[in-house]
């Protein structure tokens, strides 16, 4: 199993709340820039961060139940237990082939697995597994058998490095020590169009940072670099290693990368830019995945079942640039409690939910979990990572 340090490199994922309060965004943040109440207005930025599908998916058949699920081919990444040395070349990714009208997934092998509708855009896989679509056509989803893996997929796409040219932000769920524990980072990035790194500023627990090319940190060697079935390798020529970058661009033009290590480490990345509070008012819900690290190995499980989560924003701090939201923890009965989310903390791009108790609208006492947000900017998704445990939520906006 490959254990290898995973110095400085872009980010990945982690989340983690009592399976019974996932319910309606006790752990997960919702969506992108589409007025949510997650923090989501919109920046001042040429492109769209509302989530939309590409132009050339909307004359695609689509799902009668999800007009974001249209057929065409899928990217696949996920998290797996590959057993492979140190520079290996085994990757848990592969491209399926989605019919959105039949509900089936076709994979390389071949082999169909028929989806059973459970709602708007939610789905179950034969093995009981859960898929929910983002409102850009990303899918989060369990798969294979319990206990699940989880999984991302979008839509296959030919970008070049050009198109990955810029700031980006990360986060992930590494192992950055030899033998070390898989814990949370986060990292800023940026790349020329070449696909070349200038900048590099590493976060080891999310918030604790160096820069590279600073006293004593130096800038790792890294280059991205087209590859001919798709997609890029990850090159690190300062540690010898080789990842896989997909990246996804929606139809407002921002566009997502999700890295894959031969270990299975998984990281999910977005352009920096300056978040700004949404309006009193501005309400998000939707579906969420929890990743869960296992404790010897370098992959995640997902073996909570897919949660909702929904929130309404009810005051805003312009001066502290803090939100406060009524979140629903119990969906059942319908319980809320208020959280405060802070923007651009710990830096630009990220949202942090503040801890804390705080008093429910049953009038029972419940504890808010510290988080760590990055939004998917365009896309509908937002990785979660709940400092506490190291898990890692993924969490998709409501699609139709």
Request: charged share 15%.
């Amino acid at each position: 199993m490959q254990t290898s340090t995973r110095r400085p490199r872009m980010a990945a994922l982690p989340a983690a709340c009592a399976a019974s309060l996932l319910a309606l965004a006790a752990c997960g943040g919702g969506g992108d820039d589409n007025g949510n109440g997650d923090g989501d207005g919109t920046s001042t930025t040429t492109l769209s961060a509302v989530p939309s599908l590409p132009a050339d998916l909307m004359s695609k058949p689509s799902a009668a139940n999800c007009s974001a699920l249209r057929s065409g081919r899928y990217r696949l990444v996920s998290n797996d237990d590959v057993n492979v040395a140190p520079g290996g070349t085994t990757f848990a990714t592969e491209v399926v082939t989605v019919d959105a009208a039949l509900l089936t997934v076709t994979n390389s092998d071949h082999d169909v697995s028929t989806l059973t509708a459970a709602g708007p855009c939610r789905y179950t896989t034969p093995n009981g597994g859960g898929i929910t679509v983002s409102p850009a056509g990303v899918l989060v989803a369990q798969i294979d058998t319990a206990p699940f893996r989880g999984a991302i997929l979008f839509p296959e796409q030919s970008l070049g490095t050009s198109d990955l040219a810029g700031d980006w932000n990360t986060l992930a769920l590494d192992r950055t020590v030899d033998n070390g524990p898989i814990h949370l980072t986060s990292s800023a990035a940026t790349f020329s169009a070449a696909g070349k790194l200038t900048a590099l500023t590493f976060c080891e627990d999310m918030v604790s940072c160096e820069t590279g090319g600073s006293a004593g940190v130096a800038l790792p060697d890294i280059t991205v670099r087209s590859r001919a079935d798709g997609g890029f390798d990850f090159a690190n020529a300062t540690d010898g290693y080789t990842d896989r970058l997909y990246a996804y661009r929606a139809g407002g033009g921002e566009v997502m990368a999700v890295i894959l290590s031969p270990a299975g480490h998984l990281s999910f990345a977005t352009r920096k830019v300056t978040r700004v509070l949404p309006a009193v008012g501005d309400a998000g819900q939707g579906w969420q995945v929890a990743l869960v690290p296992h404790a010897q190995a370098p992959f995640y499980t997902a073996p909570l079942a897919i949660s909702q989560f929904a929130s309404t924003v009810t005051a805003v701090d312009a001066a502290a640039a803090t939100y406060t939201r009524s979140a629903v923890i119990d969906v059942a009965n319908s319980v809320t409690r208020p959280e405060t989310l802070a923007l651009n903390n710990p830096r630009d791009g990220y949202l942090r939910r503040l801890p804390g108790a705080v008093t429910a609208s049953n009038g029972s006492t419940s504890n808010v979990s510290e988080w760590i947000g990055l939004p998917m900017r365009g896309m509908g998704l937002t990785a979660v990572g709940i400092l506490a445990n190291n898990q890692l939520y993924l969490s998709a906006a409501q699609a139709e």
